[in-house]
């Protein structure tokens, strides 16, 4: 080859390199843009709904029109009826009032109003006979407004809330008596009907409950394979047979472990369906060969010299593993563990196939409580009409996400930490 040749060739060879740069470097860019966009649109459309809109009214808790004074118990506070006052406090917002136009005056505020007025009593039993400023949560239409969600410049007949209510809410407004505080009722109501009411609290204890029950049954069942299968298991046809299905377990589609816990869980053994009993029974049935691989894969790393020396020193090849090899694959395997639970914290399949998708208004606390999960309750807010569920979708996504990204921050960060470097 001349020297011609041999410049030739080395400028193609280094034009096919840069070319295999750009496009590297192209599809880097356009999965980080793509990305980029994804999280803009939910973070844009999810946020607000970590706040929620209030009004201040002035309530006269006035102990003949409650029924109640300085000694009543809880429980008949709790019965006692707080809808003549409120009543009361909204319609003194415009005294003017058609009789006509009281209905929209009362439904600004959310339905659940008068229970925040009993329960800010109840931590405030020294305001009896005085007239106090108290928060209400609007209504979901007027919260959605105030927020930027809903345009205020659509007719009438298209919009959930009146021009009459348009009219007080501008005017409370710009008194100063609408306000934005915190939405830490996101984080503790149940499911509800209407948005602002509505919450993860039932949906997160589900997923945690789930989690937790996953957790018990595959982490020990899939250590303890793992260690069989690489350690003690004799290499033959059977062996094989077993590894090729393990692996093939791991591709299975998740919706097939579902219809296996439809089957076996809830029309053979009869257990309580929607429940996280179900769900992590499922679930672990779905994570168990994503925790046996990887950790086949630490305990194949550990290096033979390791086993060789324990053996030597009279160690038996129980010790041996259970006292050397094990612990220095632990950070694979714990790392490898977490990776498949963050998977199983973001399925819906099989959980819908077990009846996990049903509508749950209370928080539950034990596995055997009817419960939802998080992705669940995604699928559930995005079918829904009104707008102020779009924005609780897009929020229960984000904070799915976060549980995400610390589940594999902190698999990394054990692996990284507990990692050992053989020469």
């Given amino acids: 080859m001349t020297s011609k040749q041999k410049e030739i060739f080395l400028k193609k ?21 793509f990305l980029g966009i994804l999280l803009f649109n939910i973070f844009s459309s999810g946020l607000s709904a970590f706040f929620k809109t209030k009004i201040l009214l002035k309530i006269n808790f006035d102990e003949k029109k409650l029924g109640i004074n300085i000694n009543t118990s809880e429980k008949e506070i709790k019965a006692s009826n707080f809808n003549e006052i409120l009543q009361e406090a909204l319609l003194n917002l415009d005294l003017l009032t058609p009789e006509l136009k009281k209905i929209e005056l009362i439904d600004i505020v959310s339905v659940d109003a008068t229970y925040e ?76 009907r209407d948005p602002e009411l509505a919450g993860i609290g039932s949906s997160l204890m589900g997923s945690l409950l789930t989690l937790l029950v996953c957790l018990i049954l595959s982490f020990p069942i899939g250590i303890l394979a793992a260690i069989y299968l690489e350690e003690f298991a004799p290499k033959n046809k059977i062996t094989e047979i077993i590894e090729i299905n393990v692996n093939n377990l791991a591709a299975v589609p998740s919706i097939v472990f579902g219809l296996l816990g439809l089957g076996i869980f809830l029309n053979y053994f009869y257990l309580p369906r929607s429940t996280p009993l179900v769900g992590g029974l499922v679930l672990a049935l779905m994570t168990l060969p994503r925790i046996i691989i990887p950790c086949r894969a630490a305990l194949k790393a550990v ?121």
Avoid at 160 to 178: G, H, M, P, T, Y
Wanted: net charge positive; no cysteine; charged share 20%.
């Fill in 117 to 192: 007025l009993k329960r800010f009593y109840l931590k405030h039993k020294d305001q009896l006979n005085k007239m106090i400023e108290v928060s209400l949560t609007l209504s979901d239409d007027l919260d959605q407004l105030h927020k930027g969600n809903f345009p205020r410049d659509i007719p009438e007949d298209r919009r959930r809330f009146s021009d009459f209510q348009l009219k007080v809410f501008d005017e409370q407004n710009a008194q100063n008596k609408i306000i934005t505080e915190f939405n830490f009722s996101f984080f503790t109501n149940a499911d509800s």
């Fill in 303 to 423: 290096p033979p010299s390791i086993r060789e020396g324990a053996l030597a020193l009279g160690a038996s090849k129980v010790q041996t593993v259970m006292h050397n090899v094990v612990p220095l694959a632990m950070p694979g395997t714990l790392s490898g563990t977490i990776i498949g639970l963050s998977q199983a914290l973001g399925e819906t399949a099989p959980l819908i196939l077990i009846g996990m998708v049903a509508f749950i208004n209370v928080v539950p606390f034990y596995p055997i409580d009817p419960s939802a999960v998080l992705p669940v309750q995604v699928y559930l807010w995005s079918e829904s009409a009104e707008r102020g569920f779009v924005e609780k979708t897009s929020a229960t996504i984000i904070i799915l996400i976060f549980f995400l990204a610390f589940m594999n921050s902190f698999a990394i960060y054990l692996r990284n930490k507990f990692e050992r470097k053989w020469s």
């Fill in 13 to 33: 060879r280094y034009r096919a390199e840069n070319r295999f740069k750009f496009f590297g470097i192209f599809s880097i860019t356009l999965a980080v843009s």
